[in-house]
Structure formats: structure tokens, C-alpha cells
């Protein structure tokens, strides 16, 4: 925190969490004693603190298992867009001997000091992609490899590996090297770390340029950013602690085209925002993110072998959505209000072991006014006095979702479902963001399996 000595006031400057390993003088391992828990924000401490260590012990293999699925992405790097940079210029090495003040009683080198000698050889590098007053953002997981004693030689070395809209990561790689060492150019790996910052010109981030990888170790670190920015997105919505606000507005049936309205314009407002990133890909399907503010949005984009007057049809009819998705258990039609209106009461499924969660939503649809044009299914949540929150259920909030349905031709078309993620609707997300699960990308394949073998009710001659 930091004080303004004059006015009193108090501002969050940053949080970290460290962890210590106690270590004994002999084989045995120390067992330390349970923290004693007294108040309700202790147990919400020790909660998050089981979560984030449940996240970093399972980091590696994650990072693993999406660098593997990398090689799907290929589609997706540009060959010469305009504007992208290399990132050989961003090169950056720097070495500094340890002297006894940058050591302990041990004669170690402090953590703090190796820490800030990163920061700052990590600073210069990002520094070349643009001129203007840089800030560190965060850090993902600076790694004590090793020690490093008074007398080492020790060099840094930092490069830019991508970028994402207004932000940069940077890779540090830290070797050690003795007397010794250093004669036969035999160095130890002591630590890494990846630097995520910011830029700004005056009072706005600034965007970066796009990175155009060239070598294959270029490859490695743009595909390697990619992935650590999606663990970090889901790290960080996994274990937040946000509690809902809510959002829904009354339902009144003498505003409904007002209403109805303002429902498709905020997903259509939503769909042409700036700054949407790839976080996923696979056949037929392509997952994007877009954070604002700490506010996160979900473009899950699917091809599909249908017509796009039936992928309209079958998808407005929110009936039939627990016929292919998951996360939705029932869903009941409370007032057919017009042709293209219609409130429904939804039911989901448990998630991490708390009470189903149930929701009221108004869904609007609306035709293409010319033929090319994308069909619209809005959906957002409203309040009715008939249908007040259960206990038996969490009442959750849909802040803005829906689907834009694009043809392609005759037979085929694209569906896109956006979704302004709420904190009650988080936890079906955060998982499949983090790189963990497959939630929407098998509720996708779900979606295009229901929409290109529709079920045979009658439903299809209707129209």
C-alpha cells in the first residue's frame, strides 16, 4: 500500500505470494503446523491459497499439453501482416558481478537482487518496441533454480517473445557462472522469469506491435507466450474472490421493444470490439478473449455444414439447448411475449460443490433485413416478481450472450457465441481458459454435431 501523507488516503500498489520451503539440517522433512483459521477472511484465504497451489502444481503439465496443441494454431500467423515486428531487435544481455553486498550471511545472493537486476535488463528489451514510459504489469513465476555465491559472474539475458494489444511479455533467462565457469563458458541455469508490461503516452496504454516470428526458436517463444497467457487468465478468475453485483433490470411488458432492443444492440456492440485474442483452436472451432477492465468476454467461433436460416431457428429456441449443452439442465419457456421475445427460466448444473445455479433470461432474435446478412439471438438476464430466487438455487446473472449466425452459402455458415462473462457464470469458463479442461470446446463439438443432424421432431418443417 502506499499513504499520501498529506490527505491520509490509501492505494494498492501491488500483491505477491510467496512460498518458502522450511528445509532440515538432516534427511527428514519438517512438518510445519495447520495455520489456525479465526475469521471468515482467514477460511477465504486459506481457500484461494489451496486453489493457487492446486493451479501451480499442475503449471508444467498445462503448459505442456497447450504447447503440444500449438502446432493447430499455424493457420493463424500472418506471413507478412502489416505492421508486425521481429523481435531480434529486442535482444538485450547484461551481466553483473556479485559483491558481498548483494549477498547474505551465507555469502547467497539476496532473491530481491536478482529480481531487480531482471526488471531491468527485462525493461530495456520491451523498451525497444516503442518509445514511451513503460511499467511492469505483472510477473509470472520468477523460478530459483539455483544458488549463486559472492564472486559469480552472473548474465542476463532478455528478449520480447509477443504481444498482446497494450501488453508485452518479456523472457529473462539468469546464468551463474564461478571463476572456472566462466574460462570454459560453462554456465548454471539459476533462474527465469516472464515480465508482462504496459505502455503509456500520457494518460493512455499505448498498443504494441504485432510480433512476426521468424526462426524456429521465434516460434517457440510467440507460441510459449500464448500459452502462459492463458494459464494467467485462468489462474486469475480461479482464484478471485469477486461476489456477484447484480445487474438484471425489471422486466416491463410496456417496454419491451426498448428492452428487446438494447438486448441486440449491447451483443452486437460487444462482437465489434477491438482487441479480441486467439486463445484456442481446433477443427472446425476457434476460442478468443477479450479483457477489459478486469472484465472478461468469450468469441467462441464455430463453421458449420447448416443453413443459416436452420442454425437460427434451432438455436433461438432455447428449449432445445440442454439437447447439446452441458451446462444447461432445463430450460423453460415463462412468457412467449412476441415472435421475437421470449423469457425463459434456466437451471445449470453444479460447479466446484455449490448449489445449482438458475437464471431469468430475455431472449431476442432477429432476422436478416437483406439476404448476406447475420441472423441475431440476444440474451441477457431480467428480473420478474413471478419467478424470485430459490434457495435451492444460486440466482446467477447473463450480463451479455447470444449468437451472430453468418452464411457462408447455401449450406453451410458461421456461428459465433459471445459472452460478457458475469463472476456467477465464471466458473464454467475459467477452467478451459487456464488450459485444465475442454469444457467449451467439446460444448462447441456438441453445438455443430446438433446443428448439422438436427433432431427430427417436426421442428424443421415449421418453417
Same mark, same amino acid.
Given at each position: 500500500?502506499?499513504?499520501?501523507?498529506?490527505?491520509?488516503i490509501?492505494?494498492?500498489?501491488?500483491? #505477491?505470494f510467496s512460498?518458502?520451503?522450511?528445509?532440515?539440517v538432516?534427511?527428514?522433512k519438517?512438518?510445519?503446523?495447520?495455520?489456525?483459521?479465526?475469521?471468515?477472511?482467514?477460511?477465504?484465504e486459506?481457500?484461494? #491459497?489451496?486453489?493457487?497451489?492446486?493451479?501451480r502444481?499442475?503449471?508444467?503439465?498445462?503448459f505442456n499439453?497447450l504447447?503440444?496443441?500449438?502446432?493447430?494454431l499455424?493457420?493463424l500467423?500472418?506471413?507478412e501482416?502489416?505492421?508486425?515486428?521481429?523481435?531480434r531487435?529486442?535482444s538485450?544481455q547484461?551481466?553483473?558481478?556479485?559483491?558481498?553486498?548483494?549477498?547474505?550471511?551465507?555469502?547467497?545472493?539476496?532473491?530481491?537482487?536478482i529480481m531487480?537486476w531482471?526488471?531491468?535488463v527485462?525493461?530495456?528489451?520491451?523498451?525497444?518496441?516503442?518509445?514511451?514510459?513503460?511499467?511492469?504489469?505483472?510477473?509470472?513465476?520468477?523460478?530459483f533454480?539455483?544458488?549463486?555465491?559472492?564472486?559469480?559472474?552472473?548474465?542476463?539475458?532478455a528478449?520480447?517473445?509477443?504481444?498482446?494489444?497494450t501488453?508485452?511479455?518479456?523472457?529473462?533467462r539468469?546464468?551463474?557462472f564461478?571463476?572456472?565457469?566462466w574460462?570454459?563458458g560453462?554456465?548454471?541455469?539459476?533462474?527465469?522469469?516472464?515480465?508482462? $508490461?504496459?505502455?503509456a503516452?500520457?494518460?493512455?496504454?499505448?498498443?504494441?506491435?504485432?510480433?512476426?516470428?521468424?526462426s524456429?526458436?521465434d516460434?517457440r517463444? $510467440?507460441w510459449?507466450?500464448?500459452?502462459?497467457?492463458?494459464i494467467?487468465?485462468?489462474?486469475?478468475y480461479?482464484?478471485?474472490h469477486?461476489?456477484?453485483?447484480?445487474?438484471?433490470i425489471?422486466?416491463?411488458?410496456?417496454?419491451?421493444?426498448?428492452?428487446?432492443?438494447?438486448?441486440?444492440?449491447?451483443?452486437?456492440?460487444?462482437?465489434?470490439?477491438?482487441?479480441?485474442?486467439?486463445?484456442? #483452436?481446433?477443427?472446425?472451432?476457434?476460442?478468443?478473449?477479450?479483457?477489459?477492465?478486469?472484465?472478461?468476454?468469450?468469441?467462441?467461433?464455430?463453421?458449420?455444414?447448416?443453413?443459416?436460416?436452420?442454425?437460427?431457428?434451432?438455436?433461438?429456441?432455447?428449449?432445445?439447448?440442454?439437447l447439446?449443452?452441458?451446462?444447461f439442465?432445463?430450460c423453460?419457456?415463462?412468457?412467449?411475449?412476441?415472435?421475437?421475445?421470449?423469457?425463459?427460466?434456466?437451471?445449470?448444473?453444479?460447479?466446484?460443490?455449490?448449489?445449482p445455479?438458475?437464471?431469468v433470461?430475455?431472449?431476442?432474435?432477429?432476422?436478416?433485413?437483406?439476404?448476406?446478412?447475420?441472423?441475431?439471438v440476444?440474451v441477457?438476464?431480467?428480473?420478474?416478481?413471478?419467478?424470485?430466487?430459490?434457495?435451492?438455487?444460486?440466482?446467477s446473472?447473463?450480463?451479455c450472450?447470444?449468437?451472430?449466425i453468418?452464411?457462408?452459402?447455401?449450406?453451410?455458415?458461421i456461428v459465433? $457465441?459471445?459472452?460478457?462473462?458475469?463472476?456467477?457464470?465464471l466458473? $464454467?469458463?475459467?477452467g478451459?481458459?487456464?488450459?485444465w479442461?475442454?469444457?467449451?470446446?467439446?460444448?462447441?463439438?456438441?453445438?455443430?454435431?446438433?446443428?448439422?443432424?438436427?433432431?427430427?421432431?417436426g421442428?424443421?418443417?415449421?418453417?
Amino acid at each position: 500500500m502506499v499513504q499520501d501523507v498529506l490527505t491520509g488516503i490509501e492505494k494498492l500498489v501491488s500483491v #505477491a505470494f510467496s512460498t518458502f520451503v522450511a528445509k532440515a539440517v538432516g534427511k527428514e522433512k519438517i512438518h510445519l503446523k495447520p495455520v489456525t483459521l479465526l475469521t471468515e477472511q482467514d477460511h477465504v484465504e486459506h481457500s484461494l #491459497a489451496a486453489e493457487r497451489r492446486r493451479v501451480r502444481l499442475q503449471h508444467e503439465e498445462t503448459f505442456n499439453n497447450l504447447m503440444k496443441e500449438s502446432s493447430k494454431l499455424d493457420d493463424l500467423i500472418f506471413d507478412e501482416e502489416e505492421g508486425a515486428v521481429s523481435t531480434r531487435g529486442t535482444s538485450v544481455q547484461s551481466i553483473e558481478l556479485v559483491l558481498p553486498p548483494h549477498a547474505n550471511h551465507h555469502g547467497n545472493t539476496f532473491g530481491g537482487q536478482i529480481m531487480a537486476w531482471m526488471e531491468t535488463v527485462a525493461t530495456i528489451s520491451a523498451s525497444r518496441l516503442c518509445r514511451a514510459h513503460l511499467f511492469l504489469k505483472s510477473v509470472d513465476m520468477f523460478k530459483f533454480r539455483g544458488p549463486s555465491t559472492v564472486g559469480d559472474r552472473l548474465v542476463f539475458t532478455a528478449i520480447v517473445n509477443n504481444t498482446f494489444q497494450t501488453c508485452v511479455e518479456v523472457g529473462v533467462r539468469v546464468e551463474a557462472f564461478d571463476c572456472q565457469e566462466w574460462a570454459e563458458g560453462r554456465g548454471r541455469h539459476i533462474n527465469s522469469a516472464f515480465l508482462i $508490461y504496459n505502455a503509456a503516452d500520457k494518460e493512455n496504454l499505448i498498443t504494441f506491435p504485432r510480433i512476426q516470428p521468424i526462426s524456429k526458436d521465434d516460434f517457440r517463444r $510467440y507460441w510459449g507466450a500464448i500459452a502462459r497467457k492463458r494459464i494467467r487468465l485462468g489462474r486469475k478468475y480461479v482464484i478471485s474472490h469477486k461476489k456477484e453485483v447484480p445487474l438484471s433490470i425489471h422486466w416491463d411488458i410496456s417496454k419491451q421493444a426498448s428492452l428487446s432492443d438494447s438486448n441486440v444492440e449491447a451483443l452486437k456492440k460487444l462482437a465489434a470490439k477491438k482487441g479480441w485474442e486467439v486463445t484456442s #483452436a481446433v477443427e472446425k472451432i476457434k476460442i478468443y478473449t477479450l479483457e477489459e477492465h478486469d472484465v472478461l468476454s468469450v468469441w467462441v467461433e464455430k463453421h458449420v455444414g447448416s443453413p443459416a436460416h436452420l442454425a437460427y431457428h434451432l438455436l433461438s429456441d432455447f428449449t432445445k439447448r440442454p439437447l447439446w449443452d452441458p451446462h444447461f439442465v432445463s430450460c423453460e419457456v415463462i412468457d412467449w411475449v412476441s415472435e421475437d421475445d421470449q423469457l425463459y427460466y434456466i437451471t445449470c448444473p453444479i460447479v466446484n460443490d455449490d448449489k445449482p445455479k438458475d437464471v431469468v433470461v430475455l431472449v431476442s432474435r432477429r432476422k436478416p433485413l437483406k439476404d448476406g446478412s447475420t441472423y441475431t439471438v440476444a440474451v441477457k438476464s431480467v428480473m420478474l416478481p413471478s419467478v424470485p430466487p430459490s434457495p435451492q438455487y444460486i440466482r446467477s446473472e447473463i450480463i451479455c450472450a447470444g449468437f451472430l449466425i453468418h452464411a457462408i452459402d447455401s449450406n453451410s455458415c458461421i456461428v459465433s $457465441y459471445f459472452n460478457h462473462v458475469s463472476a456467477s457464470i465464471l466458473p $464454467y469458463f475459467a477452467g478451459n481458459l487456464g488450459g485444465w479442461s475442454k469444457s467449451i470446446e467439446e460444448t462447441a463439438a456438441s453445438c455443430i454435431r446438433f446443428l448439422e443432424n438436427p433432431p427430427d421432431d417436426g421442428f424443421i418443417s415449421t418453417f
